[in-house]
């Protein structure tokens, strides 16, 4: 059974830091790439962040690209996103899926919340 | 590459086909994808490269279209069906999602 725990989540004030962690398991995680999702409060799937299986490529919405990176080491199983200069719109539950052929996200974690707050 | 959906709700009945719409901004080809999401859930895949149903996906939902346009349809709703559901492009990194459609109880 393939499992994705993400953890990391917090509140946090802007400007500040944050990572987070996707534990993988249930499957090779080294033949997959991943992906990081977010939905705000109320609000629809924004896709984030993307990594090949083999760490090689990242891809990143407009919206993250500078601020957000996306990391990982297959020998923990783990993918990260390390999280700066957070903003309020930066609330969100973030979720980690799996690729599935060209990159359909077939496997989703179920969520860590973040909360930006001052 | 941006994508619309319509409508952005519906509310129907058990039994009612339903329809939605998945708008590219420019051509995809075929590479689209559906997913199911209730509250509190994960999103579920429903049908990828457009047509092609998920293992374990129930027959009545299908999938169709190419290049700009696409369509969801649910032939006979079902009282597990009343969900939200976005449409993702991966033709062109970033791989956006669609807004949505809110599908609920009339």
């Known amino acids: 059974q393939v499992y994705l725990v993400e953890s990391g989540g917090g509140v946090v004030q802007p400007g500040t830091s944050l990572r987070l962690s996707c534990v993988a398991s249930g499957f090779t995680f080294s033949s997959h790439g991943m992906t990081w999702v977010r939905q705000a409060p109320g609000k629809g799937l924004e896709w984030l962040a993307m990594i090949w299986f083999d760490g090689s490529k990242e891809y990143y919405a407009d919206s993250v690209k500078g601020r957000f990176t996306i990391s990982r080491d297959n020998s923990k199983s783990t993918v990260y996103l390390q999280m700066n200069s957070l903003r309020a719109d930066d609330t969100a539950v973030y979720s980690c899926a799996r690729h599935w052929r060209l990159g359909y996200n077939d496997y989703w974690g179920q969520g860590t919340v973040v909360t930006v707050s001052s | 590459i941006q994508l619309t959906q319509s409508p952005s709700s519906l509310s129907a009945s058990v039994g009612d086909r339903v329809t939605i719409t998945c708008r590219a901004s420019q051509g995809i080809s075929s590479y689209l994808a559906w997913y199911q999401q209730k509250p509190g859930e994960a999103p579920k895949l429903l049908i990828y490269?457009?047509?092609t149903l998920q293992s374990g996906v129930p027959s009545r939902i299908s999938g169709s279209g190419s290049v700009t346009d696409f369509t969801l349809t649910i032939s006979s709703l079902q009282p597990e069906d009343f969900a939200t559901y976005y449409c993702?492009?991966?033709?062109?990194?970033?791989?956006?999602f669609g807004p949505g459609t809110k599908v609920d109880i009339k």
């Open positions: 490269a457009a047509s």
């Open positions: 993702q492009q991966l033709s062109t990194y970033p791989f956006t």
